[in-house]
């Protein structure tokens, strides 16, 4: 028995208040990569509730819920991300966080509470549909080495994997009422770079008797800019980016002994990306060396690109523009940002789209990662309901 997608839309209109209400509470409650503990349990007592069976634990706090349907048919999956990030929520809403410096910038509790109303939905459905679909709240997500490698490493899914799986992402530039997908390569990959300079320290009256470790960290920042502008392909989208620069005992009349960077990089090829790390280290040794120091280079290979799945992406995109019309769903380009989800996408057919959150009319504008990032909550509405009928 075929289900519509009227149906499907009054279903989720139905449960859109306690999805917010699922939402307002992650919100209240962040928790970072890793340290989910009460959000986990958050969840179990709602599948409890609704007497869902479920697998926990799986790298540190994940869940794995599953529905079955009414007869046998295929087996599918869908994700969505439960750690915060450590930044101090700046919005005055009552469901702001009530943890210190530790706040839902990134939406992930939007996509759990948007997949917690997926869920109500087919299970009020479940005679009707055919096969099975696994629910997996995921941690870690904002932290090497990523929850899902974790789970993926762990055999959360068993013997084998899901026909294909799908993920939603908040986009507060896209207008609420909106979604949007790429089929191929989508995200970067993301690796962290950790660079120490060592020199001699000395009074900054007196240079010459020492070996100037700041001025040897900013000769290496200015250098390894040729990565990215001699050392690929322009048409190979690549980002190098250092965030943070820390010196050991230095002051305004000392020159510190040590200094120590960190930053990124990120790439849309494989084999660039490893190429790459090797120009790193050459150009950081090189540099210190030339000016007589030593440096010591140490990179944590992250994230893989993520890849749509193209005959998935296909299916996707058609059946988001039945539920929503042609002008609804738009097509986006490559981001260098990246995501865990990416290790899904190398053992599984795989689909990670953006549902719209944003309200420029209502001021809802903020960028994740900052510290006034919210959301207009029809997106959850949405949210649940598109999940539900991509899911079938």
């Known amino acids: 028995m075929s289900i519509s997608i009227a149906e499907i839309k009054a279903l ?93 910038a990134c939406g992930h509790d939007v996509h759990s509470s948007s997949m917690m109303g997926a869920i109500l939905i087919l299970k009020e459905l479940s005679e009707r549909w055919s096969g099975s679909i696994d629910f997996v709240f995921q941690p870690g997500e904002e932290k090497h080495p990523g929850g899902a490698s974790l789970m993926l490493n762990e055999g959360a899914f068993g013997a084998s994997y899901p026909e294909f799986i799908l993920g939603q992402h908040v986009y507060p530039s896209m207008e609420v009422g909106k979604v949007g997908y790429r089929s191929g390569q989508y995200m970067a990959s993301a690796d962290e770079l950790y660079i120490t300079v060592r020199g001699k320290g000395g009074h900054a009256a007196t240079p010459h008797h020492a070996i100037d470790t700041i001025l040897v960290a900013a000769h290496i920042v200015t250098a390894l800019q040729q990565v990215i502008s001699r050392k690929v392909d322009p048409i190979s989208p690549s980002v190098l980016t250092i965030g943070k620069i820390n010196s050991t005992g230095g002051a305004t009349n000392i020159i510190p002994e040590e200094v120590k960077m960190e930053g990124t990089f990120r790439a849309m090829d494989e084999k660039w990306r490893y190429e790459a790390h090797e120009h790193i280290k050459n150009i950081c040794e090189g540099t210190a060396a030339a000016m007589g120091a030593s440096c010591e280079v140490y990179i944590s290979v992250g994230y893989p690109s993520l890849i749509n799945d193209d005959k998935v992406t296909e299916v996707v995109a058609d059946k988001m523009k039945a539920y929503l019309g042609d002008e609804m769903v738009e097509e986006l380009p490559i981001r260098l940002a990246a995501e865990d989800f990416s290790y899904y996408t190398q053992v599984m057919p795989a689909c990670f789209y953006r549902l719209g959150t944003g309200n420029k009319a209502r001021g809802i504008t903020s960028a994740v990662h900052t510290p006034t990032f919210d959301i207009d909550e029809d997106a959850l509405e949405l949210g649940s309901g598109l999940a539900a009928w991509l899911l079938i």
């Open 12 to 104: 989720a209109q139905k449960y859109k208040s306690q999805v917010i209400s699922y939402r307002h509470y992650l919100h209240a409650h962040p928790e970072l990569s890793f340290e989910e503990e009460q959000t986990a349990a958050y969840i179990r007592s709602f599948l409890e509730d609704h007497q869902i069976p479920y697998t926990s634990g799986w790298g540190g706090h994940g869940i794995i819920a599953t529905l079955y349907g009414g007869q046998a048919g295929p087996r599918r999956a869908f994700r969505a991300d439960i750690d915060a990030l450590p930044i101090q929520e700046e919005n005055d809403k009552p469901y702001a966080s009530q943890h210190p410096g530790k706040m839902h």
